[in-house]
C-alpha cells in the first residue's frame, strides 16, 4: 500500500484496518501471524496468517451478541462456553487429550473413548476435601417423554470414608440404582452395592459376605442351566480343603433323571443324591427307600447318632413313627446279610431274630426273641459284678454262667437248682423255706372239712418211724449232677414210712439211663473218591480305588461304680483306618448335535485276574449201608420209685409232744 498523508487522507485511515509490520505481509505460519491493527495501530483480537486465524491471548470469539456463546484459550485450555447448549454433529468427532465438562453432556450417538494403552474416562469430583456419604461421580441412564427428561437407572461412587491427601486411603463404594414401575424418579436405595472390602451386595446396602443376597422373595436366587448337569462350585483352596459341587441334574451324569446331589470334585465321590420322589441316598445314587446309607466295602460306622445335652430333653434321639393302620409292615427292620438273624420293631412289639413277633396268650405289647428256624433264643443281662442268662432250649433256663439255677420244662416241672425230676413239679436242691419264718401254707379252714376227729397214737407213730442217715446209688448219681456222692443225707426209707403212714406215699417215675439215642433213617450211598475244586482265571475289570490311611476319632461311654457312685464316663481314643477313594475320570459331555455342553465323570476302570470256580470240589464218602429210624430207647434202672410227703409226719409230731406233755404233767402231778 503506497504512503498516505494529507489531513484528509488520515482521517479516513484512523478507521481502515491492517496487519502490524505489513512491510513483510502476511506469512504462512500460525506462529508469525499478524495481529489485525486499526489506524492508529491499536491491536485487535484476531491475528491472521496465510493458513490460519487466530485469537490472540485470551480474548473471546463470540457468536451472535457479546456475552453469549464464545470460544477462549489461554495457552493451556481451550473454552468452549455454550448458553443452553453446544451441539456437535459430525460423523465422527476426534478429541484427543482430557475433555473437561463442566454440565451436561448429550450424545445422540455412540460415544467411543480409544487410546493407546487402554482408554480412560474420569468422572473427577473437584473438592479438596472428600468425606463419608460424598458423591465421586455418577453415570445415569435417562428416556424423554415431550415434557422432561426421566432417570432409568444409575451407577455412583461414593465415599465410604474420609479420603485423604497422601493418596494412601480413597476408601470407596460403587452403587448401582434401577427404576421400578411406579417409583417415580425416586432411586434413593441402590439394588446393588460393591463396598469399599470387594464385598457384593444384592437386596443390601451393607454386604457381610464376598456375596450377600437378601430378598423379601421366597427365592432369593436361581442358577439356570441348560445342559445335562447344572453345577454350583465351591473350591476351597486352603490347606486340606475340597472343591464340592452342587448338582441339578438333567438329562445325563450320575443325577441324571432330575436328581440332586452332592459331589466332592477331588475325590470324585457322589456323597448324597436327592431324588425328585423324595428319597434321599448317602452312598448310593439310587435309593429305594426315604433314607438309604451304604458305606460300601468300607470299615466305618455308617449311620451315629450323639447328643451331648445334659438336662432334660424332653425330645426323643431318634423318633420312628409308623402308619397307625400298618400292621403288616415294621416301623424298624434290621437284616444281616447272608442267612443271618433278622430283627423287627413292629408297633410296641419287637422281634429279635424273629420278623413276625406274636404272642400265644394274646398280649399287646412283649419281647419275641428268636423263632423256630433256631435251636435257642435266650436273654442276657450283665452289670459290672454278675451276668446271668435266660434261656429257651427246650426248656426255660436261668444260669448264672456257672450253673442252672432255674429251670422250667415242657410238662411244666420245676426245678430249683436242679433239673426237674419228672415226678414232682417243684424240684428242689438244698433247704426250701420262708423268709417270714412260717409254715408253708394249707387251706384248711372248718368249714370244707367233715368227719373231724382228734389223732391218737401220735407217740406211737413217731416211735415207729426210723429216721436213716445215707449216700445215693451211682445210678442216681448219674442222672442228678446236682447231687454229691461225698454228702451224706438224712431223711426215710419210704418203703418203712408207708408202714406208718400208707397214704403219704405215692408211685412216682422211674430212674432211667438213655442207653440209645434217637437215630434217623439213613439210604444207603456209594462210595465217592475226594476230588479238587477246579478253577480258572479269567480277566475282569472293576472300578480303580485308591487307599489311604485316615485317622478318626472314636468316643466310647461306660458306667462304672466308683466311691458308691454310678459314674458316666466318656473316653476318645483316636483310631487309624483305610479309606477306599472311588476314582473318576472328567470327559467332555456332548449333545445330540455334537456341540460341546459341559463335562462328565466317568469311572476309571481297571483289570484284575479272578479264579473262577468251574467244578466244587467233592469230599471223599464212605460207602454206608442202609440204616432204619431208630427211636431213643432208655434203661429202666429203678421202676416206680416211691416218694413221701412229710405231711402226716407234722401232725403226729404235734400229736405225740401233747402227749408226752400229758405224761410229763401226770408225773409232777403224782
Known sequence: MATLSGQTIANTFDSLLHVEDDTAGLVATSTDSRVIQDGVGANSALALATDS????????????????????????????????????????????????????????????????????????RDDSSIVDGNDIGQIEFTGADPSSVHSGAMIRGEAAGEWTTDNENKPTELQFFTQDAGDGDGMSSPNMVIDKDGNVGIGTSAPAYTLDLASSESIVSQFTGSGGETILSLDNTSTNGDKWYL??????????????????????????????????????TDSDAKLEVNAGTTNTTCVHIDRNFSGDAGSYLLHILAGANETTNAALFVQQSGSGPNSVFNGGNVGIGQTSP????????????????????????????NKWE?????????????????????????????TPGGSHKLDVTGSAGLSTGTAWTNTSDERIKTNVETIEGGLDKINALRPVSFNYTEDYLEQHSELSSDKTYNSFIAQEYAEVFPDAVNVGGNLEKVIVEAVAGVEAVEAVEAQDAVYE????????????????????????LEDGKYVQKTTTETITKEVETPQYEEVTLYDEDGEEIGTHQVQIMEDYEEEQLVSEAIEAVEAIEAVEAVAKEKEVLVEDM??????????????????????VEALENA
Open 390 to 418: 435266660i434261656e429257651c432250649n427246650g426248656s426255660f433256663t436261668i444260669h448264672d454262667g456257672t450253673d442252672n439255677r432255674f429251670r422250667i420244662d415242657p410238662s411244666g416241672n420245676v426245678g430249683i437248682a436242679m
Open 53 to 124: 486465524v487466530r485469537i490472540t491471548s485470551t480474548n473471546k470469539l463470540y457468536f451472535n451478541d457479546v456475552g453469549g456463546e464464545y470460544i477462549s484459550g489461554n495457552g493451556a485450555i481451550l473454552s468452549i462456553v455454550g448458553g443452553d447448549e453446544i451441539d456437535l454433529t459430525a460423523t465422527a468427532i476426534d478429541i484427543n487429550g482430557t475433555v473437561d465438562m463442566s454440565s451436561t453432556v448429550t450424545f445422540n450417538g455412540v460415544p467411543t473413548i480409544s487410546a493407546s494403552g487402554g482408554a480412560v474416562m474420569k468422572l473427577h
Open 247 to 284: 448338582i441339578s441334574g438333567g438329562s445325563g451324569g450320575s443325577f441324571a433323571g432330575g436328581k440332586f446331589g452332592i459331589y466332592n470334585a477331588d475325590t470324585t465321590t457322589e456323597v448324597a443324591t436327592f431324588a425328585n420322589d423324595g428319597n434321599v441316598g448317602i452312598g448310593v
Open 358 to 385: 406274636s404272642s400265644a396268650t394274646g398280649m399287646a405289647t412283649f419281647l419275641h426273641i428268636g423263632s423256630s428256624s433256631h435251636a435257642s433264643a435266650g436273654l442276657i443281662l450283665e452289670d459290672n459284678e
Open 537 to 560: 482265571t479269567v480277566t475282569k475289570q472293576r472300578q480303580k480305588v485308591v487307599v489311604s490311611e485316615v485317622e478318626e476319632e472314636v468316643s466310647s461311654t461306660e458306667i462304672v
Open 642 to 663: 416211691l416218694q413221701f410227703t412229710p405231711h402226716d409226719l407234722n401232725m403226729y409230731l404235734v400229736k405225740a409232744v401233747q402227749e408226752l406233755s400229758a405224761k
